[in-house]
């Protein structure tokens, strides 16, 4: 009788999820250059299209700020902006949330993907805020779409706070990749404060809906 009480204990005790295990390795920075590229080439195209629509010539774009310097209003400024930010939104979000689950295009290719510490999925709140609001807006050098920010922030406030958002963002960059690679957790500050972390997708069996 004690043998089958045992057993039938045995047979109905949890399982254990494990923890995630965070990549640190190169090929996260890798994945991050990458999406550096695409993520920047993508939020950029409205604007590169925007420029040549209404100049109606083939001299490129080299920055938000020829758009008033050629006698466009400053509405024009903000409305490309915010329109290269959605498409940014789009490639640091949506694509991680509905395209390839847990992946931008640098971590898809690489085979990395974004995952919550306790297995569960990650909502589109939960990119929302790991994705756009902490590694574009207080991250913002580890992204080119971050740049959309600075525009936005001059153009309306009349005052150019590009050298100082600049210097602010590669501090706090720095000091998430310091937290990355040294740190006892290997979480990046984004990872931190959003209770994720970024693995290698065979080690992702474990997590719930495949996140």
């Known amino acids: 009788m004690a043998k089958m009480k045992k057993k039938y204990h045995k047979q109905i005790e949890p399982k254990v999820m494990q923890t995630p295990?965070?990549?640190?390795?190169?090929?996260?920075i890798i994945a991050s250059g990458i999406n550096w590229v695409f993520g920047g080439i993508i939020s950029g195209i409205p604007s590169v299209v925007f420029f040549a629509v209404l100049t109606k010539s083939s001299k490129p774009l080299t920055s938000m700020y020829q758009f008033e310097s050629m006698g466009f209003s400053r509405n024009i400024t903000i409305l490309v902006s915010l329109i290269c930010l959605l498409?940014?939104?789009?490639?640091?979000?949506?694509?991680?949330?509905?395209?390839?689950?847990g992946q931008t295009l640098g971590k898809h290719w690489l085979n990395l993907k974004i995952v919550h510490l306790n297995n569960q999925r990650i909502?589109?709140?939960?990119?929302?805020?790991?994705?756009?609001?902490?590694l574009i807006f207080i991250e913002g050098a580890a992204t080119a779409t971050s740049t959309y920010i600075k525009v936005l922030v001059t153009t309306i406030s009349r005052f150019y706070i590009d050298p100082y958002l600049r210097i602010i963002w590669f501090i706090v960059t720095l000091g998430s990749l310091i937290l990355l690679f040294w740190s006892k957790k290997h979480l990046a500050l984004h990872d931190i404060l959003t209770k994720t972390t970024v693995i290698d997708v065979f080690k992702s069996n474990n997590v719930e809906g495949g996140f």
Do not use: A, E, H, M
């Open 21 to 28: 295990t965070p990549n640190f390795s190169s090929k996260r």
């Open 87 to 101: 498409c940014g939104f789009c490639y640091y979000v949506i694509v991680p949330w509905k395209i390839f689950p």
């Open 123 to 134: 909502t589109l709140g939960g990119y929302c805020i790991r994705q756009f609001l902490i």
